[in-house]
């Protein structure tokens, strides 16, 4: 039913604290992606799931960054330590399995969590 | 790696008028999928427009269309009779061919006004 929700919609850490975001998928959905948008820029890929198994974590900007899936549906990336170059908005997507055909895997995106670094 | 530029940071259009929106990208791959996404200022990220790199034809969506020009790798966007509501950044996104590789690659977005 309802689309790819995120929560908390905003986060304030102050350096040097962990943080937990959430995502949502829609309903069925077996991927999951996770992006990180800079103010001003492109989304960039961080991770991405196929049900609970992360298949590409090329990424992830450091090892204080970790994302689990682990009954393939709610995801959660965590950021260890946070830095100030970690201030972004965090955004989370999910599709269908891409079929043979190449159809099936629009990207649907949720309204994010804009994380700030104090 | 592949890459996705838009040289045009910002674009502005009267109401009603057409507008088209820039894109080239750089790639060794041979198959290929291109997106044209929406990103009001809510922020949730909306597909626009998807082009197959096989495909020859340009991609339409009502007032959306592309005109992929695959040897000069372009893919531009153009909106005929702009809307109010088409006021948004707007990003283009190249994903591979390849299963597995399933990562979109952004650029660094356009913003569009529409002056009333």
Redesign the interface.
């Known amino acids: 039913g309802a689309g790819v929700s995120q929560s908390p919609r905003y986060k304030v850490a102050k350096r040097g604290q962990d943080v937990a975001l959430r995502c949502d998928p829609i309903s069925g959905h077996v991927s999951l992606f996770w992006y990180q948008q800079a103010l001003g820029q492109g989304p960039e890929f961080l991770t991405y799931f196929q049900n609970e198994a992360q298949l590409d974590k090329s990424g992830l900007p450091s090892d204080r960054f970790f994302a689990e899936r682990p009954e393939g549906s709610v995801s959660t990336l965590k950021i260890q330590r946070t830095q100030q170059e970690d201030s972004a908005v965090y955004l989370c997507a999910s599709s269908l399995e891409r079929s043979l055909a190449g159809l099936g895997d629009t990207q649907y995106f949720g309204p994010g969590t804009r994380l700030t670094v104090l | 790696a592949q890459t ?1 530029t838009q040289s045009q940071p910002e674009m502005s259009v009267q109401e009603a008028e057409t507008v088209t929106l820039s894109c080239t990208y750089d790639t060794s791959e041979s198959d290929y ?1 291109l997106f044209w ?1 929406k990103q009001p200022p ?6 626009v427009i ?1 082009q ?1 790199a096989y495909k020859q034809q340009n991609a339409t969506e009502n007032r959306f269309s592309v005109n992929f020009q695959k040897a000069a790798k372009s893919f531009s966007l153009k909106i005929s009779d702009s809307q109010l509501g088409d006021a948004a950044m707007y ?1 283009c ?1 190249y994903r591979s ?1 390849n ?11 356009t913003r569009l006004t529409i002056i009333p």
Request: charged share 20%; aromatic share 20%.
């Open positions: 996705v999928y996404y809510s922020r949730q990220m909306i597909l998807r197959e990003f996104a061919g299963f597995g590789n399933e990562k979109l690659t952004f650029g660094t977005g």
